[in-house]
Protein backbone atom coordinates (compact mmCIF):
# COMPACT_ATOMS: atom_id res chain seq x y z
CA UNK A 1 0.00 0.00 0.00
CA UNK A 2 2.86 2.55 0.96
CA UNK A 3 4.55 1.75 -2.55
CA UNK A 4 1.38 2.48 -4.55
CA UNK A 5 0.84 5.74 -2.52
CA UNK A 6 4.19 6.76 -2.65
CA UNK A 7 3.96 6.50 -6.46
CA UNK A 8 0.33 7.38 -7.20
CA UNK A 9 1.92 10.80 -5.20
CA UNK A 10 5.01 10.52 -7.56
CA UNK A 11 2.33 10.28 -10.71
CA UNK A 12 0.42 13.63 -9.45
CA UNK A 13 2.54 15.47 -8.65
CA UNK A 14 4.53 14.81 -12.41
CA UNK A 15 1.08 15.26 -14.42
CA UNK A 16 0.34 18.64 -12.14
CA UNK A 17 3.68 19.95 -13.21
CA UNK A 18 2.77 18.73 -16.82
CA UNK A 19 -0.56 20.82 -16.63
CA UNK A 20 1.10 23.70 -15.21
CA UNK A 21 3.79 23.80 -17.87
CA UNK A 22 1.10 22.91 -20.42
CA UNK A 23 -1.27 26.11 -18.93
CA UNK A 24 2.26 28.26 -19.10
CA UNK A 25 2.93 27.70 -22.51
CA UNK A 26 -0.83 28.57 -23.49
CA UNK A 27 -0.42 31.84 -21.27
CA UNK A 28 2.36 32.79 -23.55
CA UNK A 29 0.94 31.43 -26.76
CA UNK A 30 -2.24 33.55 -25.80
CA UNK A 31 -0.21 36.48 -25.00
CA UNK A 32 1.86 36.04 -28.12
CA UNK A 33 -1.17 36.31 -30.16
CA UNK A 34 -2.85 39.19 -28.58
CA UNK A 35 0.80 41.14 -29.07
CA UNK A 36 0.77 39.76 -32.61
CA UNK A 37 -2.96 40.83 -33.25
CA UNK A 38 -2.16 44.12 -31.59
CA UNK A 39 0.39 45.24 -33.94
CA UNK A 40 -1.21 44.47 -36.96
CA UNK A 41 -4.12 46.00 -35.61
CA UNK A 42 -2.28 49.20 -35.22
CA UNK A 43 -0.45 48.76 -38.77
CA UNK A 44 -2.35 52.01 -39.97
CA UNK A 45 0.21 54.61 -38.94
CA UNK A 46 3.24 52.19 -40.91
CA UNK A 47 0.65 52.17 -44.18
CA UNK A 48 0.36 56.01 -43.65
CA UNK A 49 4.08 56.42 -43.07
CA UNK A 50 4.94 54.20 -46.38
CA UNK A 51 3.16 56.42 -48.66
CA UNK A 52 4.53 59.73 -46.74
CA UNK A 53 7.83 58.52 -48.24
CA UNK A 54 5.91 57.61 -51.43
CA UNK A 55 4.59 61.26 -51.34
CA UNK A 56 7.92 62.88 -50.42
CA UNK A 57 9.85 61.44 -53.29
CA UNK A 58 6.99 62.60 -55.36
CA UNK A 59 7.31 66.27 -54.61
CA UNK A 60 10.71 66.29 -54.77
CA UNK A 61 10.49 65.18 -58.05
CA UNK A 62 7.98 67.35 -59.23
CA UNK A 63 9.15 70.62 -57.57
CA UNK A 64 12.68 69.50 -59.44
CA UNK A 65 10.53 69.30 -62.65
CA UNK A 66 8.64 72.71 -61.97
CA UNK A 67 12.07 74.69 -60.89
CA UNK A 68 13.87 73.13 -64.01
CA UNK A 69 14.43 74.98 -67.77
CA UNK A 70 10.98 73.05 -68.40
CA UNK A 71 9.24 75.41 -66.23
CA UNK A 72 11.25 78.16 -68.07
CA UNK A 73 9.74 77.19 -71.20
CA UNK A 74 6.52 77.04 -70.10
CA UNK A 75 6.17 80.74 -69.05
CA UNK A 76 8.13 81.57 -72.30
CA UNK A 77 5.53 79.31 -74.09
CA UNK A 78 2.38 80.93 -72.20
CA UNK A 79 4.06 84.57 -73.02
CA UNK A 80 4.92 83.97 -77.11
CA UNK A 81 1.55 81.83 -77.82
CA UNK A 82 -0.29 83.94 -79.73
CA UNK A 83 2.91 84.88 -81.89
CA UNK A 84 4.09 81.17 -82.11
CA UNK A 85 0.42 80.19 -83.43
CA UNK A 86 0.47 83.42 -85.80
CA UNK A 87 3.99 82.28 -86.84
CA UNK A 88 2.90 78.84 -87.90
CA UNK A 89 0.26 80.38 -90.06
CA UNK A 90 2.35 82.48 -92.05
CA UNK A 91 4.51 79.41 -92.77
CA UNK A 92 2.06 77.85 -94.13
CA UNK A 93 0.69 80.74 -96.22
CA UNK A 94 3.54 82.88 -97.19
CA UNK A 95 2.26 86.25 -97.56
CA UNK A 96 2.91 88.00 -101.18
CA UNK A 97 6.35 90.18 -101.11
CA UNK A 98 6.24 93.75 -100.57
CA UNK A 99 8.86 96.14 -102.50
CA UNK A 100 10.50 98.56 -100.23
CA UNK A 101 10.43 102.08 -100.96
CA UNK A 102 12.56 105.00 -99.57
CA UNK A 103 14.57 104.66 -96.40
CA UNK A 104 13.41 102.84 -93.34
CA UNK A 105 13.95 104.12 -89.48
CA UNK A 106 15.45 101.71 -87.03
CA UNK A 107 16.66 98.43 -86.97
CA UNK A 108 14.32 95.49 -89.13
CA UNK A 109 12.05 93.67 -86.83
CA UNK A 110 13.51 90.91 -84.61
CA UNK A 111 12.21 87.20 -86.27
CA UNK A 112 10.04 85.04 -83.88
CA UNK A 113 13.03 82.67 -83.51
CA UNK A 114 15.28 85.54 -82.32
CA UNK A 115 12.74 86.71 -80.15
CA UNK A 116 12.35 83.45 -78.48
CA UNK A 117 15.61 82.56 -77.73
CA UNK A 118 16.67 85.62 -76.75
CA UNK A 119 14.06 86.02 -73.88
CA UNK A 120 14.65 82.05 -72.89
CA UNK A 121 18.68 82.44 -72.12
CA UNK A 122 17.83 85.70 -70.60
CA UNK A 123 15.06 83.74 -68.11
CA UNK A 124 17.32 81.02 -67.80
CA UNK A 125 20.04 83.22 -66.41
CA UNK A 126 17.47 85.16 -64.34
CA UNK A 127 16.29 82.01 -62.93
CA UNK A 128 19.72 79.67 -62.57
CA UNK A 129 22.42 82.65 -63.08
CA UNK A 130 25.37 82.91 -64.99
CA UNK A 131 26.26 79.53 -64.39
CA UNK A 132 23.56 77.86 -66.50
CA UNK A 133 25.54 78.85 -69.55
CA UNK A 134 29.28 77.91 -70.19
CA UNK A 135 30.72 80.79 -72.63
CA UNK A 136 31.80 78.20 -75.49
CA UNK A 137 28.13 76.70 -75.22
CA UNK A 138 25.93 79.24 -75.30
CA UNK A 139 25.98 79.97 -78.74
CA UNK A 140 25.59 76.27 -79.80
CA UNK A 141 22.44 76.66 -77.21
CA UNK A 142 21.07 79.48 -79.18
CA UNK A 143 22.10 77.61 -82.42
CA UNK A 144 20.14 74.59 -81.04
CA UNK A 145 16.73 76.50 -79.99
CA UNK A 146 16.15 78.53 -82.84
CA UNK A 147 15.84 75.65 -84.76
CA UNK A 148 14.11 73.57 -82.57
CA UNK A 149 11.10 76.40 -82.11
CA UNK A 150 11.05 77.31 -85.97
CA UNK A 151 10.79 73.59 -86.66
CA UNK A 152 8.19 73.04 -83.95
CA UNK A 153 6.10 76.84 -84.66
CA UNK A 154 5.84 75.92 -88.06
CA UNK A 155 4.07 72.65 -87.07
CA UNK A 156 2.00 74.17 -84.27
CA UNK A 157 1.87 75.66 -81.14
CA UNK A 158 0.85 72.15 -79.58
CA UNK A 159 4.10 70.64 -80.84
CA UNK A 160 5.69 73.52 -79.03
CA UNK A 161 4.30 72.61 -76.12
CA UNK A 162 4.83 68.70 -76.39
CA UNK A 163 8.49 69.73 -77.47
CA UNK A 164 9.57 71.83 -74.64
CA UNK A 165 7.85 69.51 -72.00
CA UNK A 166 7.97 65.65 -73.42
CA UNK A 167 11.53 66.18 -74.27
CA UNK A 168 13.17 68.03 -71.60
CA UNK A 169 11.54 66.07 -69.21
CA UNK A 170 14.57 62.90 -69.82
CA UNK A 171 17.46 65.83 -69.12
CA UNK A 172 15.33 66.61 -65.72
CA UNK A 173 15.06 63.22 -64.44
CA UNK A 174 18.51 62.78 -64.81
CA UNK A 175 20.00 65.37 -63.90
CA UNK A 176 17.85 64.70 -60.07
CA UNK A 177 19.47 60.95 -60.71
CA UNK A 178 22.73 62.47 -60.68
CA UNK A 179 22.30 65.42 -57.70
CA UNK A 180 19.73 63.08 -55.40
CA UNK A 181 21.07 59.47 -56.77
CA UNK A 182 17.43 58.93 -56.65
CA UNK A 183 16.22 56.99 -59.95
CA UNK A 184 12.98 58.42 -61.18
CA UNK A 185 10.68 55.67 -62.02
CA UNK A 186 7.08 56.88 -61.63
CA UNK A 187 4.81 58.52 -64.73
CA UNK A 188 5.21 62.27 -65.20
CA UNK A 189 2.63 64.02 -66.80
CA UNK A 190 2.96 68.01 -67.49
CA UNK A 191 -0.46 70.44 -68.30
CA UNK A 192 -0.63 73.54 -68.83
CA UNK A 193 -2.69 76.43 -66.82
CA UNK A 194 -6.26 75.86 -68.65
CA UNK A 195 -5.89 72.42 -67.83
CA UNK A 196 -4.81 70.57 -71.06
CA UNK A 197 -2.28 67.53 -70.85
CA UNK A 198 1.14 68.29 -72.79
CA UNK A 199 3.62 65.65 -71.52
CA UNK A 200 3.14 62.18 -70.55
CA UNK A 201 6.94 60.42 -69.86
CA UNK A 202 5.39 56.95 -70.56
CA UNK A 203 3.30 57.79 -73.24
CA UNK A 204 5.32 59.73 -76.30
CA UNK A 205 2.08 60.79 -78.72
CA UNK A 206 0.35 62.08 -75.62
CA UNK A 207 -0.22 65.46 -75.79
CA UNK A 208 -2.98 68.27 -76.55
CA UNK A 209 -5.14 66.36 -73.82
CA UNK A 210 -7.91 69.41 -73.20
CA UNK A 211 -9.93 68.78 -69.99
CA UNK A 212 -7.20 66.20 -68.56
CA UNK A 213 -6.81 68.83 -65.47
CA UNK A 214 -10.39 68.12 -64.51
CA UNK A 215 -10.66 64.66 -64.88
CA UNK A 216 -7.49 64.38 -63.08
CA UNK A 217 -8.33 66.37 -60.23
CA UNK A 218 -4.84 66.91 -58.84
CA UNK A 219 -3.01 69.56 -61.45
CA UNK A 220 -6.35 71.66 -61.59
CA UNK A 221 -6.25 71.98 -57.82
CA UNK A 222 -2.51 72.50 -57.90
CA UNK A 223 -3.07 75.32 -60.82
CA UNK A 224 -6.15 76.53 -58.72
CA UNK A 225 -5.08 76.70 -55.26
CA UNK A 226 -1.16 75.87 -55.47
CA UNK A 227 0.89 74.35 -53.46
CA UNK A 228 1.39 70.14 -53.86
CA UNK A 229 -1.72 68.23 -53.89
CA UNK A 230 -1.79 64.64 -53.36
CA UNK A 231 -4.36 61.69 -53.63
CA UNK A 232 -5.38 58.70 -55.81
CA UNK A 233 -6.12 59.55 -59.92
CA UNK A 234 -6.90 57.23 -62.45
CA UNK A 235 -5.13 57.16 -65.55
CA UNK A 236 -5.80 54.68 -68.40
CA UNK A 237 -8.66 52.90 -65.85
CA UNK A 238 -5.75 52.22 -63.54
CA UNK A 239 -5.00 53.63 -59.72
CA UNK A 240 -2.13 55.59 -59.15
CA UNK A 241 -0.73 57.44 -56.12
CA UNK A 242 0.07 60.78 -57.66
CA UNK A 243 1.32 64.68 -56.50
CA UNK A 244 0.86 67.38 -58.06
CA UNK A 245 2.55 71.00 -58.10
CA UNK A 246 2.08 74.14 -59.43
CA UNK A 247 4.29 75.60 -61.85
CA UNK A 248 4.47 79.22 -61.16
CA UNK A 249 6.06 82.17 -62.96
CA UNK A 250 6.01 85.68 -61.22
CA UNK A 251 2.93 84.34 -58.47
CA UNK A 252 0.89 82.75 -61.87
CA UNK A 253 0.69 79.28 -62.42
CA UNK A 254 1.53 78.29 -65.99
CA UNK A 255 0.95 74.77 -65.47
CA UNK A 256 0.92 71.74 -63.14
CA UNK A 257 3.52 68.62 -62.61
CA UNK A 258 2.09 65.68 -61.81
CA UNK A 259 4.13 62.43 -60.31
CA UNK A 260 2.10 59.26 -60.05
CA UNK A 261 3.07 55.70 -59.09
CA UNK A 262 0.87 52.82 -60.18
CA UNK A 263 -1.08 50.93 -57.27
CA UNK A 264 -0.33 47.25 -58.34
CA UNK A 265 1.83 44.38 -56.92
CA UNK A 266 5.24 46.36 -56.91
CA UNK A 267 3.70 48.85 -54.48
CA UNK A 268 1.87 46.58 -52.22
CA UNK A 269 5.46 44.49 -51.87
CA UNK A 270 7.82 47.75 -51.20
CA UNK A 271 4.31 48.95 -48.32
CA UNK A 272 4.59 45.42 -46.77
CA UNK A 273 8.38 45.91 -46.44
CA UNK A 274 7.71 48.83 -45.12
CA UNK A 275 4.85 47.71 -42.40
CA UNK A 276 6.10 44.48 -41.80
CA UNK A 277 3.07 42.30 -42.87
CA UNK A 278 1.72 41.94 -45.90
CA UNK A 279 -0.49 44.85 -47.86
CA UNK A 280 -4.07 44.24 -50.08
CA UNK A 281 -4.99 47.54 -51.95
CA UNK A 282 -9.07 46.80 -52.99
CA UNK A 283 -11.94 48.43 -53.71
CA UNK A 284 -15.16 46.80 -52.44
CA UNK A 285 -14.44 43.58 -52.86
CA UNK A 286 -12.29 43.97 -55.94
CA UNK A 287 -8.66 43.28 -55.45
CA UNK A 288 -6.43 46.24 -57.03
CA UNK A 289 -2.56 45.16 -55.84
CA UNK A 290 -1.40 42.79 -53.12
CA UNK A 291 1.79 41.17 -51.92
CA UNK A 292 0.09 37.69 -51.55
CA UNK A 293 -1.07 35.48 -53.49
CA UNK A 294 -4.18 37.11 -56.16
CA UNK A 295 -6.71 33.76 -54.80
CA UNK A 296 -5.59 34.55 -51.15
CA UNK A 297 -5.65 38.14 -51.32
CA UNK A 298 -9.53 37.77 -52.69
CA UNK A 299 -10.77 35.55 -49.90
CA UNK A 300 -9.26 38.06 -47.50
CA UNK A 301 -11.29 40.76 -48.86
CA UNK A 302 -13.98 39.28 -48.90
CA UNK A 303 -13.91 37.65 -45.23
CA UNK A 304 -11.67 39.01 -43.24
CA UNK A 305 -11.77 37.19 -40.63
CA UNK A 306 -12.66 34.09 -42.41
CA UNK A 307 -8.68 32.98 -42.79
CA UNK A 308 -7.99 31.42 -39.82
CA UNK A 309 -3.97 31.56 -39.64
CA UNK A 310 -4.11 35.46 -40.35
CA UNK A 311 -4.75 38.25 -38.38
CA UNK A 312 -6.21 40.33 -40.58
CA UNK A 313 -6.88 44.64 -39.83
CA UNK A 314 -8.05 46.85 -42.63
CA UNK A 315 -9.26 50.53 -42.59
CA UNK A 316 -10.59 53.10 -45.14
CA UNK A 317 -7.86 54.99 -47.23
CA UNK A 318 -8.05 56.82 -49.97
CA UNK A 319 -11.03 58.32 -51.87
CA UNK A 320 -11.37 57.09 -55.30
CA UNK A 321 -12.43 60.08 -57.84
CA UNK A 322 -15.56 59.57 -59.74
CA UNK A 323 -15.92 55.54 -58.11
CA UNK A 324 -18.34 55.31 -55.62
CA UNK A 325 -16.24 52.89 -53.28
CA UNK A 326 -12.95 54.05 -51.49
CA UNK A 327 -9.63 52.52 -51.88
CA UNK A 328 -9.06 50.63 -48.38
CA UNK A 329 -5.70 49.07 -47.23
CA UNK A 330 -5.75 45.56 -45.46
CA UNK A 331 -2.78 44.68 -43.43
CA UNK A 332 -2.65 40.85 -42.63
CA UNK A 333 0.20 38.92 -41.26
CA UNK A 334 0.61 34.66 -40.98
CA UNK A 335 0.55 33.75 -37.68
CA UNK A 336 1.63 29.74 -38.64
CA UNK A 337 5.32 30.99 -38.04
CA UNK A 338 4.99 32.22 -34.94
CA UNK A 339 2.91 29.57 -33.53
CA UNK A 340 4.84 27.44 -35.25
CA UNK A 341 7.30 27.36 -32.62
CA UNK A 342 4.91 26.98 -29.91
CA UNK A 343 3.50 23.85 -31.63
CA UNK A 344 6.96 22.85 -31.70
CA UNK A 345 6.99 23.66 -27.24
CA UNK A 346 3.81 21.85 -27.05
CA UNK A 347 4.87 18.43 -29.22
CA UNK A 348 7.92 18.42 -27.45
CA UNK A 349 6.76 19.03 -23.85
CA UNK A 350 4.25 16.34 -24.41
CA UNK A 351 7.25 13.38 -25.07
CA UNK A 352 9.14 14.97 -22.46
CA UNK A 353 6.59 14.34 -19.69
CA UNK A 354 5.73 11.27 -20.80
CA UNK A 355 9.48 10.27 -21.02
CA UNK A 356 10.42 11.43 -17.43
CA UNK A 357 6.83 10.26 -16.04
CA UNK A 358 8.13 6.92 -17.31
CA UNK A 359 11.83 7.09 -16.14
CA UNK A 360 10.88 8.68 -12.72
CA UNK A 361 7.71 5.55 -11.66
CA UNK A 362 11.03 3.45 -12.99
CA UNK A 363 14.01 4.49 -11.28
CA UNK A 364 11.00 5.14 -8.22
CA UNK A 365 10.03 1.67 -8.34
CA UNK A 366 13.76 0.67 -8.46
CA UNK A 367 14.76 2.59 -5.44
CA UNK A 368 11.46 1.62 -3.19
CA UNK A 369 12.84 -2.56 -4.35
CA UNK A 370 15.98 -1.87 -2.53
CA UNK A 371 14.30 -0.08 0.37
CA UNK A 372 11.77 -2.61 0.56
CA UNK A 373 14.59 -5.24 0.19
CA UNK A 374 15.93 -4.65 3.72
CA UNK A 375 12.92 -4.76 5.47
CA UNK A 376 11.86 -8.11 3.50
CA UNK A 377 15.57 -9.48 4.92
CA UNK A 378 14.59 -8.05 9.48
CA UNK A 379 10.78 -9.65 8.63
CA UNK A 380 12.04 -12.95 7.32
CA UNK A 381 14.62 -13.44 10.44
CA UNK A 382 11.53 -12.11 12.42
CA UNK A 383 9.85 -15.32 11.62
CA UNK A 384 13.10 -17.24 11.68
CA UNK A 385 13.20 -16.31 15.66
CA UNK A 386 9.38 -16.70 15.80
CA UNK A 387 9.78 -19.94 14.29
CA UNK A 388 12.37 -21.31 17.16
CA UNK A 389 15.35 -20.14 15.91
CA UNK A 390 16.45 -18.07 18.83
CA UNK A 391 20.10 -18.05 17.36
CA UNK A 392 19.39 -15.97 14.65
CA UNK A 393 21.84 -12.94 13.97
CA UNK A 394 19.66 -9.66 12.11
CA UNK A 395 21.82 -8.56 9.69
CA UNK A 396 22.93 -4.97 9.92
CA UNK A 397 24.98 -4.16 7.12
CA UNK A 398 22.27 -2.32 5.37
CA UNK A 399 23.41 1.10 3.03
CA UNK A 400 20.16 2.82 5.18
CA UNK A 401 21.12 4.06 8.60
CA UNK A 402 17.51 3.29 9.65
CA UNK A 403 17.46 -0.51 8.59
CA UNK A 404 21.31 -0.86 10.10
CA UNK A 405 20.18 0.49 13.58
CA UNK A 406 16.97 -1.41 13.34
CA UNK A 407 19.02 -4.86 12.71
CA UNK A 408 21.14 -3.85 15.46
CA UNK A 409 18.31 -2.85 18.01
CA UNK A 410 16.53 -6.29 17.04
CA UNK A 411 19.56 -8.20 18.01
CA UNK A 412 19.89 -6.59 20.91
CA UNK A 413 16.34 -7.04 21.79
CA UNK A 414 16.46 -10.73 21.36
CA UNK A 415 19.72 -10.93 23.51
CA UNK A 416 17.80 -8.82 26.35
CA UNK A 417 14.19 -10.91 26.44
CA UNK A 418 16.10 -14.56 26.20
CA UNK A 419 18.40 -13.08 29.40
CA UNK A 420 21.56 -13.75 27.70
CA UNK A 421 24.11 -11.83 28.08
CA UNK A 422 24.90 -8.67 25.91
CA UNK A 423 27.88 -8.86 23.03
CA UNK A 424 29.91 -6.62 25.59
CA UNK A 425 29.74 -8.96 28.46
CA UNK A 426 31.53 -11.89 26.28
CA UNK A 427 34.29 -9.50 24.57
CA UNK A 428 37.59 -10.89 25.20
CA UNK A 429 39.94 -8.54 26.93
CA UNK A 430 42.07 -7.71 23.97
CA UNK A 431 38.81 -6.37 23.01
CA UNK A 432 38.00 -3.94 26.00
CA UNK A 433 39.35 -0.72 24.63
CA UNK A 434 35.74 0.19 23.34
CA UNK A 435 34.80 -0.35 26.54
CA UNK A 436 36.98 2.05 27.98
CA UNK A 437 35.89 4.91 25.32
CA UNK A 438 32.42 4.80 28.08
CA UNK A 439 34.06 5.92 31.32
CA UNK A 440 31.10 5.62 33.74
CA UNK A 441 30.91 8.09 36.97
CA UNK A 442 28.65 7.94 39.96
CA UNK A 443 28.48 10.62 41.46
CA UNK A 444 29.60 10.78 45.93
CA UNK A 445 25.89 10.02 47.39
CA UNK A 446 24.74 12.72 49.99
CA UNK A 447 26.27 12.83 52.83
CA UNK A 448 29.00 10.74 52.40
CA UNK A 449 33.22 12.74 51.91
CA UNK A 450 34.83 12.70 48.09
CA UNK A 451 38.61 11.56 47.48
CA UNK A 452 39.30 15.14 47.15
CA UNK A 453 37.67 17.22 49.36
CA UNK A 454 37.47 20.82 47.30
CA UNK A 455 37.70 19.43 43.99
CA UNK A 456 34.44 19.97 41.29
CA UNK A 457 32.65 17.03 40.91
CA UNK A 458 30.29 15.99 38.08
CA UNK A 459 27.21 15.65 39.29
CA UNK A 460 23.64 15.03 37.79
CA UNK A 461 22.01 17.45 40.19
CA UNK A 462 19.23 20.10 38.64
CA UNK A 463 18.35 17.48 36.12
CA UNK A 464 14.77 16.38 35.95
CA UNK A 465 14.60 12.54 35.75
CA UNK A 466 11.03 12.61 34.89
CA UNK A 467 11.69 14.89 31.61
CA UNK A 468 14.54 12.68 31.06
CA UNK A 469 12.29 9.91 31.04
CA UNK A 470 9.68 10.58 28.84
CA UNK A 471 12.16 11.63 25.80
CA UNK A 472 11.96 8.72 23.09
CA UNK A 473 14.93 6.33 23.36
CA UNK A 474 15.76 6.48 19.59
CA UNK A 475 16.17 10.35 20.04
CA UNK A 476 17.83 9.77 23.22
CA UNK A 477 20.58 6.94 21.84
CA UNK A 478 21.44 9.51 19.05
CA UNK A 479 21.25 12.77 21.14
CA UNK A 480 23.75 10.71 23.85
CA UNK A 481 26.15 9.60 20.89
CA UNK A 482 26.03 12.90 19.38
CA UNK A 483 27.17 14.46 22.32
CA UNK A 484 29.30 12.06 23.29
CA UNK A 485 31.40 12.13 20.02
CA UNK A 486 31.08 16.42 20.22
CA UNK A 487 32.70 15.63 23.73
CA UNK A 488 35.46 13.81 22.74
CA UNK A 489 36.27 16.19 19.61
CA UNK A 490 36.37 19.44 22.25
CA UNK A 491 39.07 17.56 23.94
CA UNK A 492 40.75 16.47 21.39
CA UNK A 493 40.20 12.93 21.80
CA UNK A 494 40.12 10.44 18.98
CA UNK A 495 36.79 9.71 17.67
CA UNK A 496 37.73 7.38 15.17
CA UNK A 497 35.81 3.73 15.29
CA UNK A 498 33.02 4.59 17.38
CA UNK A 499 30.23 4.36 15.69
CA UNK A 500 26.18 4.92 16.44
CA UNK A 501 25.25 1.05 15.89
CA UNK A 502 28.17 -0.43 18.68
CA UNK A 503 27.87 2.75 20.90
CA UNK A 504 24.82 2.16 21.41
CA UNK A 505 24.92 -1.54 22.08
CA UNK A 506 27.55 -0.67 24.68
CA UNK A 507 24.49 2.12 25.84
CA UNK A 508 22.15 -0.92 26.41
CA UNK A 509 24.77 -2.91 28.29
CA UNK A 510 25.72 -0.14 30.81
CA UNK A 511 21.54 0.95 31.57
CA UNK A 512 21.17 -3.03 31.82
CA UNK A 513 23.60 -3.69 34.45
CA UNK A 514 23.02 -0.71 36.12
CA UNK A 515 19.22 -1.08 36.19
CA UNK A 516 20.03 -4.43 38.40
CA UNK A 517 22.35 -2.27 40.59
CA UNK A 518 20.42 0.22 41.60
CA UNK A 519 16.93 -1.73 40.92
CA UNK A 520 15.27 0.94 39.00
CA UNK A 521 12.83 0.55 35.47
CA UNK A 522 15.39 2.76 33.96
CA UNK A 523 18.71 4.09 33.78
CA UNK A 524 19.57 7.33 30.96
CA UNK A 525 23.07 9.08 31.05
CA UNK A 526 24.85 12.21 31.03
CA UNK A 527 27.54 12.88 28.93
CA UNK A 528 29.91 15.17 31.06
CA UNK A 529 33.82 15.93 31.57
CA UNK A 530 36.25 15.00 34.05
CA UNK A 531 40.22 15.17 34.28
CA UNK A 532 40.60 15.78 30.45
CA UNK A 533 38.18 12.42 29.89
CA UNK A 534 34.59 12.46 28.98
CA UNK A 535 32.62 10.76 30.62
CA UNK A 536 29.13 9.34 31.51
CA UNK A 537 26.70 10.15 34.64
CA UNK A 538 24.22 7.41 35.01
CA UNK A 539 20.43 8.96 36.38
CA UNK A 540 17.93 5.95 37.88
CA UNK A 541 14.78 6.67 37.11
CA UNK A 542 11.74 4.80 38.65
CA UNK A 543 8.47 5.05 36.74
Same mark, same amino acid.
Given at each position: ???????? #????????????? !?????????????? &???????????????????????????????? =???????????????????????????????????????????????????????????? &????? &???????????????????????????????????????????????????????? #?????? +???????????????????? =??? #???????????????????????????? =????? +??????????????????????????????????????????????????????????????????????????????????????????????????????????? !???????????????????????????????????? %?????????????????????????????????????????????????????????????????????????? #??????????????????????????????????? %?????????????????????????????????????????
Amino acid at each position: MFKTRVIG #LFVLMALAFVVIA !LWLLGSAEKSAVKT &FERRVALANPAVVRAHKIREAEQVLVARAVAE =SELGVALELLDELGPRIAAHGKQTEVPPPAKVSRGRRDGPPPQSLPDMFVDRYVAKLKAR &FGDSF &FHERKIKEFKKKEKQRISECAAIAVTQCYWDYTYNTLPDVLWEVFQRRNFPVESRV #LITDAR +GTGLADSKRPKWSAVKGFAQ =SAE #LPGLAVKNGGAKRGVVLLDNRMFFATAV =SIAYR +GVSVGAVMVADPIDDKMAREDSDIVGADVTYAKDTEVIASSLDKNLASDLVKNPEGIRERVTAHFQAFPVPGGTGDLKVFVSADMREMLSGFRTSWNTLAVLAVFLL !LLGVGLLLVLLRGFYRTFETLEQGIHEVINGNLEYQ %FPFDFKEGISRGLGQSMNLMSLVLQGRPLPEEVEEEANMAWTNELQVFEPVPPGEKAEEPGAMEPSAEGVDAAV #LGEEPADVYYKRVYQEFVDARTTLGLSVEGINYPK %FMERLVHLEHGLKKKHRCAMVRFLVSSKENEVILIPVPINR
